[in-house]
Each structure stands twice: as structure tokens, then as C-alpha cells.
């Protein structure tokens, strides 16, 4: 599993953040544990699969928000005793 992690500019509020969390989980439905933080300018999900980088591109500039970058990194979970 990996967390994906997506720098965006333009989020101002929290319907803002809303509006990119659902074309997140519209465009990719796997998708786990969406957020959006307009403080942090970046949205994070989780995907079982690699994310192809150009559709997740696509997601954010059809909302009107601009596509800055894009990450990715090993998801481990965080247990109790972990």
C-alpha cells in the first residue's frame, strides 16, 4: 500500500477541501483515507496500486485547483504495539 502524497494551490476553504477530496475518490475509487488540508496546500490518500501520475493531474486541474507535484512512499499501518 502506498500514501500518495499531492501539493495543491488554491484551496481557501473547507468546502474547497471537500470538493478535492470527492474528485480524489471519484477518480480513483479504490482509494483509502482521503484528506485535504488547504493549511498544508496537499491532499493525501491512500492505493493498494501506483497511482498513475497523469489522471491523478487530470482530477485536480478539472476542478479548477492547480496540480503542483505528486509523491509517493510505503504505507505502513501503525498498530498498538507497532
Known sequence: MEKV???IDGMVC???????????RKAFPEAKKVSASRK??????????PV???LL???ID??????????SE????KGLFG
Open 40 to 49: 498544508h496546500g496537499e491532499a493525501t490518500f491512500l492505493a493498494e496500486r
Open 14 to 24: 473547507g468546502m474547497c477541501e471537500a470538493h478535492l477530496c470527492d474528485a480524489l
Open 57 to 59: 493531474k487530470k482530477a
Open 5 to 7: 502524497t499531492v501539493r
Open 74 to 77: 510505503p504505507y505502513r499501518k
Open 52 to 54: 498513475d501520475r497523469e
Open 62 to 71: 478539472e476542478t479548477g485547483y492547480t496540480f503542483l507535484s505528486a509523491s
